[in-house]
């Protein structure tokens, strides 16, 4: 009896000594133990630092020698695949574009929810102008999940008949030959009240094989591969009060009336482009 109890006693003695031990409610996941918070320097601000690992995929190196960047084939993740970028005069600058880039959420800080797509990319813009040419734009674009494919100039999907209205004072696009091309707009730092004209690139009318265009700001161009039939660079001129160049896709139900339809779009672009006076 003796030896039981002094076993006893050390046991209780042990446990008063470690002091209660934390516990899980049943059915909870247990928390990760959290390193003690650094010392702070005086005067300094304390920056919170959540206990979890923010769900935040590091931006992928953008390979602009592949034919598919993005492939087209297989399903999208739920995050945007974009990248964006800031131009130096004369200095080439390469991005990547979703094929989900709406490109009438242009200026906003998230896409429209109610058209299933993703922002678009966005280049800052030396001040004071000047024209943008594209030296490569690679990939493709799936239609209605994967089904038809297109490059950058466009396809066929859904009867290749582009009508798009304006949506966010950014002007809808019209093309009756071509449908899910890429596509740009000029921005300064807030959308235009009322949008521009839309511009027609059908055959009949202006055409994709311009030497050189000059769009308004808010008004949504064709851009394609950046080149013309017989495969000189395009120039694009810079609009007065012009800050950022927007890239994405004119996309809509049928590819007619408002923006939309976003969301069953595949693959996406690599661009390399220049900002040129």
């Given at each position: 009896?003796?030896?039981?109890?002094?076993v006893v006693i050390s046991v209780v003695s042990l446990a008063a000594a470690c002091g209660p031990r934390p516990?899980?409610?049943?059915?909870?996941?247990?928390?990760?133990?959290?390193?003690?918070?650094?010392?702070?320097?005086?005067?300094?601000?304390?920056?919170?630092?959540?206990?979890?690992?923010?769900?935040?995929?590091?931006?992928?190196?953008?390979?602009?020698?592949?034919?598919?960047?993005?492939?087209?084939?297989?399903?999208?993740?739920?995050?945007?695949?974009?990248?964006?970028?800031?131009?130096?005069?004369?200095?080439?600058?390469?991005?990547?574009?979703?094929?989900?880039?709406?490109?009438?959420?242009?200026?906003?800080?998230?896409?429209?929810?109610?058209?299933?797509?993703?922002?678009?990319?966005?280049?800052?813009?030396?001040?004071?102008?000047?024209?943008?040419?594209?030296?490569?734009?690679?990939g493709k674009v799936g239609c209605a999940g994967a089904g038809e494919q297109a490059g950058a100039d466009g396809?066929?999907?859904?009867?290749?008949?582009?009508?798009?209205?304006?949506?966010?004072?950014?002007?809808?696009?019209?093309?009756?030959?071509?449908?899910?091309?890429?596509?740009?707009?000029?921005?300064?730092?807030?959308?235009?009240?009322?949008?521009?004209?839309?511009?027609?690139?059908?055959?009949?009318?202006?055409?994709?094989?311009?030497?050189?265009?000059?769009?308004?700001?808010?008004?949504?161009?064709?851009?394609?591969?950046?080149?013309?039939?017989?495969?000189?660079?395009?120039?694009?001129?810079?609009?007065?009060?012009?800050?950022?160049?927007?890239?994405?896709?004119?996309?809509?139900?049928?590819?007619?009336?408002?923006?939309?339809?976003?969301?069953?779009?595949?693959?996406?672009?690599?661009?390399?482009?220049?900002?040129?006076?």
């Amino acid at each position: 009896m003796r030896t039981v109890r002094a076993v006893v006693i050390s046991v209780v003695s042990l446990a008063a000594a470690c002091g209660p031990r934390p516990t899980t409610p049943v059915g909870a996941r247990p928390q990760p133990q959290q390193p003690p918070p650094a010392a702070r320097a005086p005067g300094t601000t304390a920056v919170y630092a959540p206990p979890w690992t923010p769900d935040v995929k590091p931006a992928a190196p953008i390979d602009t020698t592949s034919d598919l960047p993005i492939d087209p084939g297989k399903p999208m993740p739920r995050h945007s695949l974009s990248t964006d970028a800031t131009l130096a005069l004369g200095v080439p600058a390469s991005a990547m574009i979703d094929g989900r880039a709406d490109i009438f959420s242009a200026n906003l800080g998230a896409p429209d929810p109610g058209r299933g797509g993703r922002l678009p990319v966005r280049l800052t813009l030396v001040p004071n102008g000047g024209y943008i040419t594209f030296s490569s734009v690679k990939g493709k674009v799936g239609c209605a999940g994967a089904g038809e494919q297109a490059g950058a100039d466009g396809g066929t999907c859904a009867g290749g008949d582009t009508d798009i209205l304006a949506a966010n004072g950014i002007a809808g696009i019209v093309d009756h030959q071509r449908t899910q091309f890429l596509v740009g707009v000029f921005l300064g730092n807030a959308n235009p009240v009322r949008p521009p004209a839309r511009l027609d690139f059908s055959d009949a009318a202006q055409g994709t094989s311009f030497a050189e265009l000059s769009p308004a700001l808010g008004q949504t161009f064709f851009i394609g591969d950046g080149t013309t039939r017989s495969g000189l660079q395009q120039r694009f001129v810079i609009p007065p009060g012009a800050t950022r160049l927007y890239l994405g896709f004119a996309d809509a139900f049928s590819f007619q009336g408002p923006p939309g339809a976003y969301s069953d779009n595949t693959g996406g672009l690599s661009v390399t482009l220049t900002q040129a006076r």
